[in-house]
């Protein structure tokens, strides 16, 4: 590997080991009850009592709302590729049709978009944007 390369990991592993204790403070305090302005903030926009336990029906609602926000950040980001600030290359959007079918492969998780983008070009935001975020959601909320 490159001197580059272990820089690099060593970067990370030095900023991994300083969000520990802050991270898990957090974590800590949100498994004992409590909250941060933040959170709470979070929870009266969103409707949500942290403190009361979902009935079926509203658990299914918040899934269904979380997979379409999901779905329509995907297809919005694919269709506005030519506007994004790390396309150099100036390429193109995605055609709708493509555009909804990779982004409805990564709202059901069944992973069969590196089909469709074979003959597209993504650029930088569209990839790290799908490949590290959207494919997370489907498996988590299960």
């Not at 933040?38 to 509203?58: M, T």
């Not at 997979?67 to 030519?82: D, E, K, Y």
């Not at 003959?119 to 790290?128: A, D, N, R």
Request: net charge positive; glycine share 8%.
């Amino acid at each position: 590997m490159s001197t580059n390369a272990w820089i690099q990991i060593g970067i990370f592993f030095a900023l991994l080991l300083l969000a520990v204790k802050p991270l898990g403070t957090y974590m800590a305090a949100v498994y004992q009850g409590k909250f941060s302005r933040f959170d709470g903030w979070i929870y009266r926009i969103l409707g949500v009592n942290p403190l009361q336990e979902q009935s079926w029906q509203q658990y299914a609602s918040h899934w269904l709302w979380l997979h379409a926000l999901g779905f329509s950040a995907v297809l919005g980001i694919l269709m506005t590729q030519q506007w994004h600030p790390w396309n150099p290359q100036g390429l193109a959007p995605l055609p709708f049709h493509t555009a909804f079918n990779i982004a409805s492969s990564f709202a059901t998780n069944t992973n069969w978009q590196n089909s469709l983008v074979s003959g597209y070009f993504l650029e930088k935001t569209c990839k790290s944007f799908q490949v590290n975020n959207i494919p997370g959601i489907p498996p988590g909320t299960i």
